[in-house]
Structures are given as C-alpha cells and as structure tokens.
C-alpha cells in the first residue's frame, strides 16, 4: 500500500504527480501486466538469455 504524506496547503495537482511517481516506482501496473498471462519456462528462459546476448552485444561494442 502507498502512503503519501500531504502537507498543509500542499497544491492537490503536486500531491497526486508525487502519487503517480512513486506508484510507477513500485512496479505494481509492470507487474499486473506481467501476470495476465502465462509464459511457458523454456520460454521465459528462452528470452532471458536472447536479452543476455543482446546486452553483451551492446557493451563489447561500446569498448
């Protein structure tokens, strides 16, 4: 759960942005997304090491 402490006075535009941001920080709606649907293991592994390689790719090539 998010707790936002308000200040007295505080602009309720402000408040909510602060909301916002700290509600993207925690990965809730990533996380939702993500469960909406089954991905089979040899599939997920599957990604995760074609991820892998993408990023080995890109920092050989960055030196």
Same mark, same amino acid.
């Given at each position: 759960?998010?707790?936002?402490?308000? /200040? $007295?006075?505080?602009?309720?535009?402000?408040?909510? %942005?602060?909301?916002?941001? #700290?509600? @993207?920080?925690?990965?809730?709606? /990533? $996380?939702?997304?993500?469960?909406?649907?089954?991905? %089979?293991?040899?599939?997920? #592994?599957r @990604?995760?090491?074609?991820?892998?390689?993408?990023?080995?790719?890109?920092?050989?090539?960055?030196?």
């Amino acid at each position: 759960m998010i707790i936002m402490q308000v /200040k $007295e006075g505080e602009n309720i535009e402000r408040a909510l %942005k602060k909301f916002k941001r #700290k509600y @993207e920080r925690t990965g809730v709606l /990533k $996380e939702l997304r993500r469960r909406q649907y089954f991905t %089979k293991p040899s599939i997920e #592994k599957r @990604e995760k090491m074609a991820h892998a390689i993408y990023v080995e790719h890109t920092y050989r090539n960055e030196e």
